[in-house]
C-alpha cells in the first residue's frame, strides 16, 4: 500500500501539473482529458489510501493486544502485581503504563514504521526522476542539504527528549498525588489534613504548569528554525536546483517548460516531507513513554525472581463507638456526650437510640449526621492514630508535623531539637541521623518499616499533644518493650488514651476495658490487678 500510495502521489502531481498546462495553454480537448483521467482514478486513489490507514489501524490494534497479553502475563505471575505495588517502587503507577502508556508505545512504533518507510521510497523515486531530467549533481546537492540540516535539526531539537520526560514525570505525580488522597481518604480526614494536601497538589500542579510554560516557549522557538530551515530554506535550495538547466539558456532542455513545471511541483510538494524524516524520528525516539513498557517489561520479570511468595496481610480496625461512650461515662468527662444519633452510613442509615451504641466502626466518626445531636472535644484536642500510619510526601519533618507546615510549627515555638527528643521517645531518632536532616525527602512509604511508620505516628502525637487520643491497633507491629515506653510517655504527658489492641500488656496503661463477644453483647469493667492477670 506505501508503494501504491507513493506511485499515486506521483500520478496527481503529473495529471496536476497537466490540467495547470492546459488551462493555461486553453486546450479544451486536454483539458477534457486529464480532467476525466483524474475522475476515472479518484476512485483507485481513494481506496489505496484507506487501505494504507486499515493496514497501520490494524498493524497498531494487533501490536497493542499481543504487547498487553504479553505485560499481563509477567504483570499477574505469582503476587508480582502486589509486589510492584508494596516492595517495589520503581514504577509508582503501572496502571497508567499498562494501559495509556502501551498504546502511545504502540501507535508509535506503527507510526515510526509509516513515518521512515514512505519518505525514503519517495527520496528513492524522486532522486531518480530528478537524476534522470537534470543529472546528479541536482540531487546530490538536495541531499548534501538534507543530511547537514537535519543533523542540524535533530542537536537542537535534544532538549524535547527530556522535557518530554519531565512532562511525563510531573504528570504522574500530579495524578499521584491525587489518587493518594482518595485512597488515603479516611487516614487524612482523621487527621484534618485537607488544608495540607491542598497545598501538595498545588504545588505538585504548579510544577507542572511551569513545566509547560517553558516547554510551549521552547517548543514555539523551535518551530520558528524548523519552518526556516526545513521549510522556506528547503524551497530555496529546491528551487536553485531544478531550475539551474531550465535558466540556462544554452541548456536545450530549457525549451521543455512543461518539463520544468512538473520538477518543480514535485518538489514543492515532496522535498519539505523528506527533510521531516529526522524530525519525526527523534520526537519518538525521545518519548518517555518509549522507555516505559520497557520497564514494564524488566520490573515484574525481576520482582518474580527477587522475592519469595508474600502474602498480603488484612488490616483489622475493631474500634467501636460503644468503647467511646462507655470511657466517656466512667470518666465522667463534660467534653463527650453521645445521645440519640441517627447517621447516615454510606451503605445504610444507622441509628442509636440508646445511651450505648454497639457495632459502629472507627469510620462512622466520618458519616454525616441528619439526627440527634453529638458534642465531642474541641478541634485539636481529639488525635486519632489509625493502624495503617498516614506518610504525607514531603521532609522527614512533614512526617512528624503533619498535618502542620514548617510556619506552623515556627508558631508554636517548636524547635527542630523537641522534634528530635519526639523521634527519641518513640526510638525513631537514628532516622534523623541517617538522613542527616530534617528537609531530607523519600518516598517514607517504602523507606520507612511498618514499624517504623507506626512508631512515626506515634511522635506525630506527641508533637500535636492533644487530650484525647485514639489509638486503632496503631502499634501492632511495634515490639512489645518500645510499645510499652510509647504508651507510658503518653501517660505521663498527661494524653487520656482510647486504644484497641489485642495484646493485654497494655490494660496497665487503661483503668477501663471493654470487651465484646462479636455477638451484639459486651462487658465494659474497671481494669484492676485481677483483671490484667486474668482478664481475656
Avoid at 462507655?326 to 440519640?340: E, K, T, V
Amino acid at each position: 500500500m506505501l508503494v501504491a500510495r507513493t506511485y499515486c502521489d506521483v500520478w496527481m502531481i503529473q495529471n496536476g501539473t497537466m490540467i495547470e498546462s492546459a488551462i493555461i495553454g486553453r486546450s479544451t480537448k486536454d483539458f477534457k482529458i486529464f480532467l476525466f483521467s483524474f475522475i476515472k482514478f479518484m476512485p483507485i486513489i481513494a481506496l489505496v489510501n484507506n487501505f494504507l490507514k486499515l493496514g497501520l489501524n490494524e498493524l497498531k490494534l494487533r501490536f497493542r493486544e499481543r504487547l498487553t497479553k504479553k505485560l499481563y502475563d509477567q504483570y499477574l505471575q505469582g503476587f508480582t502485581y502486589y509486589k510492584m505495588g508494596n516492595l517495589d517502587n520503581r514504577i509508582a503507577n503501572a496502571d497508567q503504563l499498562l494501559t495509556q502508556d502501551v498504546e502511545k508505545f504502540c501507535n508509535s512504533v506503527v507510526d515510526l514504521y509509516s513515518n521512515l518507510s514512505k519518505p525514503l521510497l519517495d527520496i528513492f523515486l524522486y532522486i531518480f526522476k530528478l537524476t534522470s531530467a537534470i543529472g546528479a549533481q541536482g540531487p546530490a546537492v538536495m541531499m548534501t542539504y538534507l543530511l547537514i540540516s537535519g543533523l542540524f535539526l535533530t542537536r537542537l531539537r535534544r532538549p524535547i527528549g527530556k522535557m518530554t520526560v519531565a512532562e511525563q514525570r510531573f504528570e504522574g505525580e500530579y495524578r499521584y498525588v491525587n489518587s493518594r488522597l482518595i485512597t488515603n481518604s479516611e487516614e487524612i480526614a482523621f487527621y484534618n489534613g485537607n488544608m495540607r494536601e491542598k497545598q501538595t497538589i498545588h504545588a505538585t500542579f504548579k510544577k507542572l504548569v511551569d513545566h509547560l510554560h517553558n516547554f510551549i516557549f521552547f517548543r514555539f522557538s523551535m518551530g520558528f528554525v524548523d519552518s526556516i530551515i526545513a521549510k522556506y530554506v528547503a524551497t530555496v535550495v529546491g528551487y536553485l536546483v531544478v531550475s539551474r538547466p531550465f535558466l540556462n539558456l544554452s541548456d536545450p532542455r530549457h525549451l521543455h517548460s512543461t518539463h520544468s513545471e512538473l520538477l518543480e511541483a514535485l518538489y514543492k510538494v515532496k522535498f519539505n516531507h523528506i527533510i521531516q524524516i529526522g524530525s519525526d524520528y527523534t520526537d519518538w525516539s525521545k518519548m518517555s513513554y518509549i522507555r516505559k513498557p520497557v520497564d514494564c517489561i524488566k520490573v515484574p520479570t525481576s520482582s518474580i525472581h527477587s522475592w519469595g511468595t508474600v502474602e498480603p496481610q488484612e488490616e483489622s480496625s475493631a474500634l467501636y463507638m460503644a468503647l467511646l461512650q462507655s470511657l466517656i461515662l466512667a470518666l465522667n468527662r463534660p467534653s463527650w456526650n453521645l445521645g440519640a444519633l441517627e447517621v447516615n452510613r454510606p451503605s445504610r442509615a444507622w441509628t442509636s437510640r440508646n445511651s450505648v451504641a454497639l457495632g459502629a466502626g472507627v469510620s462512622s466518626w466520618l458519616w454525616p449526621l441528619f439526627g440527634g445531636s453529638l458534642t465531642k472535644p474541641e478541634r485539636g484536642k481529639l488525635f486519632y492514630v489509625p493502624q495503617r500510619p498516614y506518610m504525607t510526601l514531603g521532609s522527614l519533618r512533614d512526617q512528624v508535623i503533619y498535618p502542620d507546615s514548617v510556619e506552623e510549627q515556627r508558631r508554636k515555638g517548636i524547635s527542630d531539637q523537641i522534634l528530635k527528643e519526639y523521634l527519641d521517645n518513640v526510638q525513631l531518632g537514628h532516622i534523623l541521623d541517617r538522613e542527616g536532616s530534617w528537609d531530607a525527602v523519600q518516598d517514607w512509604m517504602d523507606v520507612l518499616s511498618g514499624g517504623e511508620k507506626q512508631r512515626m505516628a506515634m511522635a506525630r502525637l506527641f508533637y500535636h499533644k492533644p487530650q484525647f487520643a485514639i489509638l486503632d491497633e496503631c502499634t501492632s507491629a511495634v515490639s512489645v518493650d518500645v510499645e510499652d515506653y510509647i504508651y507510658s510517655h503518653c501517660r505521663t504527658v498527661g494524653i487520656s488514651l482510647f486504644t484497641v489492641s489485642h495484646r493485654k500488656s497494655l490494660w496497665k496503661h487503661h483503668e477501663y476495658y471493654l470487651h465484646m463477644d462479636g455477638r451484639g453483647n459486651y462487658e465494659f469493667k474497671p481494669i484492676t490487678q485481677e483483671t490484667v492477670e486474668f482478664g481475656s
